[in-house]
C-alpha cells in the first residue's frame, strides 16, 4: 500500500510542477500561442480494451468522459508544450463465448463491462498552424478505482466478477497521445486518441478476461480559458 501512495504522490507531483512552470511562462505564452495558455478543459470518451482471445465474440465501445487543467508553455512561435492532469473514465463491455478452455481460466459465457478511473498527465508538444494545431507526446496514468460489472449472469461466476477491484489492474498505465485542435479566442475544441503501451490486467481472473489487453481511447474536449 506504500509503495502505492508512493507512486500517486509522484504523479500529483509532476502534474504540480508542470502548472507552476505554465505559470510562470504565462505572459510569455500569450505572445506566442493562440488560444487559452491555462485552463479547463473537458470532453467524451470513446474507448476499447480490443481483448484478443478465441472466446471474445463481440466487443463494444465504452462511453465515459474525461476532466482537467491544461497549460500552454511556448518554445517559439510554432512550437509549445502542453502539461495536463486530467481525470479519466475508460473502459469497454466484452462479450464471451465460453469454451472448455476458458472454463479452466475461470471464463465462462456471459457480458462484462470494465470501468476503470485514472488520473493521466499528458505532456505533449504542440505545432501551431494558425488557429489549428497538432498535437502528439507521452501520458502517464494512475488508476485510482474500477469497477467491473457482470451484465449477463447467466455463465460468468457473478461473485468473482463482483470481487474484480483496482488491485486486480496494472495501478500505472502509460503511452502515446496524438490529435488535432482549434482555437477560438478563449476556448479551444479538438480530438485526441491515447493508445496504450502496458496490459491493463493485472494477474488472475482479471488478466484471464483481458488477455494482455491495452488501453485505447477517442477523445472529443472542448476547452476554456482561465
Not at 72 to 77: E, H, L, Y
Not at 144 to 158: C, Q
Amino acid at each position: 500500500m506504500k509503495k502505492k501512495n508512493t507512486l500517486f504522490g509522484r504523479l500529483a507531483g509532476i502534474g504540480f510542477l508542470a502548472f507552476v512552470m505554465v505559470s510562470t511562462g504565462q505572459v510569455m505564452a500569450q505572445e506566442y500561442s493562440p488560444g487559452p495558455n491555462l485552463g479547463v478543459k473537458a470532453g467524451v470518451n470513446f474507448s476499447q480494451l480490443y481483448v484478443d482471445q478465441p472466446n471474445v465474440v463481440d466487443q463494444d465501445m465504452k462511453a465515459g468522459y474525461h476532466i482537467g487543467l491544461f497549460g500552454k508553455i511556448p518554445v517559439n512561435d510554432f512550437l509549445a508544450v502542453q502539461p495536463e492532469v486530467l481525470y479519466s473514465n475508460v473502459g469497454a463491455r466484452i462479450t464471451y463465448g465460453g469454451s472448455d478452455l476458458a472454463s479452466v481460466l475461470g471464463i465462462e459465457e456471459g457480458k462484462v463491462r470494465f470501468n476503470l478511473n485514472y488520473v493521466q498527465v499528458p505532456i505533449a508538444v504542440v505545432a501551431n498552424l494558425g488557429p489549428f494545431n497538432v498535437h502528439a507526446g507521452p501520458y502517464l496514468s494512475y488508476l485510482v478505482g474500477a469497477n467491473v460489472k457482470n451484465l449477463k449472469t447467466a455463465g460468468l461466476n457473478a461473485s468473482q466478477i463482483a470481487e474484480l477491484d483496482t488491485d486486480s489492474f496494472n495501478r500505472l498505465d502509460y503511452g502515446v497521445l496524438g490529435g488535432i485542435g482549434v482555437n477560438v479566442d478563449a476556448f479551444t475544441v479538438g480530438a485526441r486518441y491515447n493508445y496504450g503501451l502496458r496490459a491493463v490486467g493485472d494477474s488472475g481472473l482479471a488478466g484471464s478476461l483481458t488477455n494482455n489487453s491495452k488501453n485505447g481511447v477517442f477523445q472529443l474536449y472542448v476547452g476554456f480559458g482561465l
